[in-house]
């Protein structure tokens, strides 16, 4: 049973009650990320994130995961390209106490100097660790090259030198901005009961009434370039994409049957034709990042170095059946019951649960039933795929990042692409 409550000034609660479940999942949710940060802010989100588990002006780092532990509980946090989330799971009976800690960490954070500069270091390790992942860090290298002059584009956890340049000052000034109560979403999925749930939450997020808020964003334009990075890798990384969909995008449900048929499973296209077929790659696989008003539609592969051209080559000729020709009934039955299964499945999780709240309340400002998906995703036919997918595919808008001991140039690459 779904319901929502709109407090005097504009932050959202919602709850979702499942009354099998033992526990409950919660979460405190902003609309501001990455991509909502000035120059001068890169990693802003990211470093407000981690700072806010380091202390309250009640409880030490050490009080708020004692308190935890304590109960079996579950705490975290994270920070994406459009949103900051804390969340935790707890047993129903202990959910006093997780609204309590996540409402203390949320408003009273302190942003300890020495906590500051320490914390800061934790996160240079962590830029270092993923720039020393080659499989990931090709992700982000094609996105900075694809949305080129947009900060959807860049690394969520900002750069070296913007995280060693902030300060306390500079985060306060950050969650002013951002922490507008009307951007705002507290949600819980479980065994939860609405109106206490809300009796909880509400005698501390009332006092919020900040009276500035973030920018509107600026949807990016595509940057079809080709890069090649040299590396000293064993393998070559590759990442390309084009446009993709939006979140309420009405085209979304081909484009996630196009995903799923052409690289999000081992019976798909590009994994039978590059991996079991040919032995050209031990990981490939197409993804899809959509935004609130874009996304990017792309393949991944990693190979030998004297293999990029001919994995290249059969990637071009997947896109290009796949815009020539309808997919047939068997692929779109089983994309249909693929994205099905993975709906119901992810919905005996109470995490999901909650995350599926908070993102059609921002998205669309109301619940969207279960059934109501399942339709649409009934609805889609192989004329609509072929259709959306002729509109969108372009060989002269992909963009393509190769990272690795490649010796290619950018415009063999780009041939490869266009011929045909």
């Known amino acids: 049973m779904y319901q929502k409550t709109a407090l005097g000034n504009g932050i959202r609660i919602l709850t979702e009650n499942i009354p099998h479940s033992h526990s409950v999942s919660v979460g405190f949710w902003v609309s501001v990320g990455s991509r909502d940060e000035l120059p001068h802010e890169r990693g802003m989100t990211h470093l407000v994130e981690h700072m806010l588990f380091k202390g309250t002006s009640s409880r030490s780092a050490l009080d708020i995961a004692k308190e935890l532990d304590s109960v079996g509980g579950f705490c975290n946090a994270f920070t994406s390209k459009e949103h900051l989330c804390f969340h935790a799971k707890v047993l129903n009976t202990h959910l006093p106490l997780v609204v309590d800690v996540l409402s203390d960490i949320i408003l009273n954070s302190t942003f300890d100097h020495m906590e500051t500069e320490r914390e800061k270091q934790v996160i240079l390790q962590e830029i270092r660790m993923i720039e ?12 900075e090259n694809f949305w080129q002059d947009n900060p959807l584009g ?17 985060m306060l000034g950050y969650l002013e901005r951002s922490m507008h109560p009307e951007m705002i979403v507290v949600a819980a999925a479980g065994n939860v009961d609405h109106e206490r ?10 006092k919020l009434n900040s009276r500035t808020r973030r920018e509107p964003r600026v949807a990016p334009q595509e940057n079809p370039e080709v890069r090649v990075l040299k590396r ?13 969909v939006a979140q309420v995008d009405p085209g979304r449900f081909a484009c996630h049957m196009i995903n799923v048929i052409l690289g999000s499973s081992m019976s798909s296209r590009l994994f039978q034709e590059i991996r079991e077929k040919r032995g050209l790659a031990y990981s490939v ?20 170095p004297n293999k990029v051209q001919e994995c290249l080559k059969v990637i071009k000729e997947q896109l290009t059946v796949l815009a020539t020709q309808p997919v047939s009934p068997a692929e779109l039955r089983a994309a249909k019951e693929y994205l099905k299964g993975s709906m119901y499945l992810s919905a005996e999780s109470t995490d999901s649960r909650m995350n599926r709240l908070v993102k059609n309340e921002f998205l669309f400002g109301r619940h969207v039933p279960f059934e ?10 192989s004329e609509e795929i072929l259709k959306w997918f002729q509109t969108a595919y372009d060989p002269l808008r992909l963009g393509l990042f190769v990272l690795g001991a490649c010796d290619l140039a950018p415009d063999p690459l780009r041939n490869i692409l266009e011929e045909g």
């Open 285 to 304: 696989y197409s993804f899809l990042n959509s935004h609130e008003d874009t996304g990017v539609m792309g393949v991944y592969a990693g190979i030998s």
């Open 154 to 170: 860049l690394p969520i956890y900002g750069s070296v030198h913007s995280v060693q340049n902030s300060s306390r000052d500079s």
């Open 232 to 244: 000293d890798l064993e393998q070559v990384h590759l990442c390309l994409g084009m446009e993709g």
């Open 372 to 381: 109501e998906v399942e339709s649409k995703i009934e609805r889609v036919t």
């Open 132 to 143: 020393d992942t080659p499989d990931e860090y090709i992700h982000i290298l094609f996105q």
């Open 197 to 206: 749930f809300v009796n909880l939450i509400a005698p501390a997020l009332e």
